[in-house]
Nanobody, 127 residues
Framework: QVQLVESGGGLVQPGGSLRLSCAAS????????MGWYSQAPGKQRDLVAY???????KYADSVKGRFTISRDTAKNTVYLEMNNLKPEDTAVYYC?????????????????????WGQGTQVTVSS
């Protein structure tokens, strides 16, 4: 199994900054993509940003120029640097990691895909 542990959320004033972190651990063979999603109360979970294994990135239009996604491949960790935060950025932010895991069962090594979610971290932007 693959576990994700998020950190870095909190309360910040408009115009402020936060840095979210998400560390993946477990039977990871390879990671295809790591990303962040946000979900405001009563709304669906939307993509904020993701980064692929070759370093390609994609951002939601609403965060372009303000948020930066990066990763530390040695630590299987993804970061989201959030600058110039706005009240509309208030949401629970979820980390998502997709890849291949390898497990050993009865002496047999098996590989399978995984799509794991973090527990979510609250980001509140308010004065």
């Amino acid at each position: 199994q693959v576990q994700l542990v998020e950190s870095g959320g909190g309360l910040v004033q408009p115009g402020g900054s936060l840095r979210l972190s998400c560390a993946a651990s477990g039977s990871i063979f390879s990671i295809n993509a790591m990303g962040w999603y946000s979900q405001a109360p009563g709304k669906q979970r939307d993509l904020v940003a993701y980064i692929t294994s070759d370093g390609s990135t994609k951002y939601a239009d609403s965060v372009k120029g303000r948020f930066t996604i990066s990763r530390d491949t040695a630590k299987n960790t993804v970061y989201l640097e959030m600058n110039n935060l706005k009240p509309e950025d208030t949401a629970v932010y979820y980390c998502n990691v997709k890849g291949i895991m390898r497990t050993l069962t009865g002496g047999t090594s098996r590989v399978s895909s995984f799509n794991s979610w973090g527990q979510g971290t609250q980001v509140t932007v308010s004065s």
